[in-house]
């Protein structure tokens, strides 16, 4: 429900030699000899919480923290295989002129365009001894080979392991022991002033360092991500920077770089990294649960103004507005109305509406939470069970590294139907199923013709009513055709999806 307005400037991503390209990465760490020794939580990542040791002097020379750091970020070499596509061509009607110079023959039909292989580069922090890597989903996303090279000049091939597009988050592996892996830093405890280091593989030269310091917290400033708590630094950030690892002055991560505000497209001194903290629990989910699992309140939000604050009898501008509660939901059944203002969701202070979406995003499904709100002049405290997200994306295919030969409908993804989907799609009420939410263009179900907002009801004749169904239909299937009846705005129709030749 919250709307963001984009920048006159470029947010850049930084991947690759490319100008256009996204990756900041932030490295922040606390003093060895003021701090406890690390701590090892799960998945084998070490955290070291405690704040940075602070004073106002500056360092002569950080080369012993940059020794520290470096052997944990690596280089990440991406390749996209060439594909061909299928498409439509127009038939007798088309000019003589261009049937020539798109060399077609006289009848138009089904014309197979060739895409050729890209490749790209960024970088990435190496955060268990056993070889997961934290990067970019920008970075990773429709790669078909990863290679990762260590500092010691090592070369793995790498497995994608999960990746996040709503917080730009990535997670691979390589095949190896014994790693450099970096120690985290709680980056709740960083603060505005505080020097840091950007260490990664900028343009493809590798094992580059910068320094700087952090310019804000808690910026939100890419509106095709949903999930966003950036670090501002002016450490300068530039193409191949992706994913790479942002540093304290004790050699811990802090955040992992991912984008650029630039009008030339290069570092211009503001950039953003993903905080260590909003990093480290989309990589757990990813890794336990193959996604990411995140709470769901079910309210829409608006900025609380001073305006509207007076009107509300508040005092502060500061809290989100509740405009909408959705029928059903973990807030409608808790009781929050329109007009309530959540003022700290789980004893945590909430400062507008994107401070409420982190919160209820963090929180595990099932739990009961304390709401404290401003209703009727009066605060007031509800008690809310949080669900899981729901219409959360599912992949039939989720990645060519990890799926079966006997998969069907690779290539689609596919949520469940809610009301905001519903709304999204403008599908009928009536109707049950899995709503299409992308489509490979080079698959086998681009080629049959399905479409994204489209709704698969039934999969070889078996109905479909949630995402979970649509993806056990199409797992470990005997038969690659696959018959799909599906709704779309003019009707319901059946497709025949043919992988049979496919590979």
């Known amino acids: ?39 090892s939580k799960p998945l084998g990542l070490i955290v070291d919480d405690h704040a940075l040791a602070r004073d106002a002097r500056s360092g002569v020379s950080y080369a012993e923290v940059v020794k520290r750091v470096m052997p944990s970020v690596v280089k990440v070499e991406v390749t996209t295989a060439g594909k061909e596509t299928s498409v439509q061509m127009p038939g007798m009607q088309m000019d003589p002129f261009f049937r020539q110079f798109f060399g077609l023959p006289f009848g138009g039909g ?27 989903n920008h970075v ?53 002033g505080d020097v840091v280091l950007a260490v990664g593989n900028p343009f493809g030269l590798a094992q580059t360092v910068t320094m700087g310091i952090i310019s804000a917290t808690g910026r939100a400033a890419m509106n ?20 790479g690892a942002l540093v304290d002055t004790d050699g811990r991560l802090i955040g992992i770089n991912t984008a650029i505000f630039s009008r030339s497209g290069g570092s211009e001194g503001i950039g953003l990294a993903i905080p260590t903290d909003l990093a480290r629990e989309v990589m757990v989910s990813l890794v336990k649960n193959g996604k990411v699992t995140r709470g769901y309140l079910g309210v829409g939000v608006q900025p609380l103004t001073g305006a509207l604050a007076r009107q509300f009898d508040l005092k502060t501008d500061k809290g989100a507005l509740v405009d909408e509660v959705v029928p059903n939901s973990p807030a409608a059944k808790a009781g929050l109305r329109n007009g309530d203002v959540i003022l ?25 939470i304390p709401v404290h709100i401003w209703r009727d002049g009066e605060a007031k405290t509800i008690d809310v069970v949080v669900k899981e997200m729901p219409g959360q994306e599912q992949l039939a295919k989720n990645d060519s590294s990890e799926s079966s030969s006997n998969d069907t409908l690779n290539g689609v993804a596919v949520t469940d139907l809610n009301p905001e989907t519903r709304r999204q799609y403008s599908v009928d009420p009536k109707i049950q199923g899995a709503v299409v939410t992308q489509v490979d263009p080079t698959s086998a179900a681009a080629d049959a013709g399905l479409k994204e907002g489209e709704v698969i009801m039934e999969i070889n004749k078996h109905p479909v009513r949630s995402a979970d169904d649509a993806v056990r239909l199409t797992t470990n299937v005997k038969d690659k055709i696959t018959l799909l009846h599906v709704w779309s705005a003019n009707g319901s129709h059946y497709l025949v999806v043919d992988e049979s030749k496919a590979g």
């Open 344 to 368: 700290q969701f789980n004893g945590k202070p909430i400062s507008d509406g994107r401070r409420l979406q982190l919160a209820v995003a963090d929180t595990a499904p099932g739990e009961k």
């Open 140 to 192: 990773v996303d429709d790669a078909d080979k990863v290679k990762v090279t260590l500092q010691d000049g090592r070369e793995f091939t790498a497995k994608v392991i999960g990746k996040d597009k709503e917080s730009d988050v990535a997670v691979v592996k390589i095949d190896a022991h014994d790693l450099p892996a970096i120690t985290l830093a709680d980056s709740s405890k960083i603060e505005v």
């Open 110 to 136: 089904q014309q197979r365009i060739f895409t050729p292989p890209t490749h790209g580069l960024g970088s990435g922090v190496i955060v268990t001894k056993d070889g997961y890597i934290l990067t970019n």
């Open 224 to 243: 095709d991500l949903k999930y966003q708590d950036f670090i501002q630094t002016d450490a300068a950030i530039n193409p191949g920077n992706s994913g």
């Open 1 to 39: 429900m919250i709307k963001t307005r984009t920048p006159r400037f470029l947010a850049a991503l930084l991947t690759g030699g490319l100008l256009l390209a996204a990756g900041v990465t932030v490295i922040h760490s606390a003093r060895a000899s003021d701090q406890p020794a690390a701590k």
